[in-house]
């Protein structure tokens, strides 16, 4: 599977969720900083894909996590 083709930014995203909407798919977000992938984040977005017919994964932004964590801040 190539995810280039995936990866969407804000315009894009935005013309692709209402093509879901019009065809009534249930849409599920998961948000996150998603810098490491350990079994609970693989459980938390197994079970988010599960809730609904298409799953959409947003993530911080570089600059976003440094607010939030600090430069090299870590997540728990």
């Known amino acids: 599977m190539d ?3 995936r990866i969407l930014y804000r315009a894009a995203l935005h013309e692709v969720l209402e093509e879901y909407r019009r065809a009534r798919r249930k849409i599920v977000f998961a948000h ?3 810098d490491m992938l350990h079994a609970g984040r693989v459980r938390y977005l197994a079970a988010a ?3 609904g017919d298409q799953l959409v994964v947003t993530v911080h932004s570089n600059a976003s996590v440094r607010k939030l964590k600090g430069e090299g801040g870590r997540t728990t």
Do not use: S
């Open 3 to 5: 995810t280039r083709e």
């Open 32 to 34: 996150g900083v998603f």
């Open 49 to 51: 894909r599960a809730a």
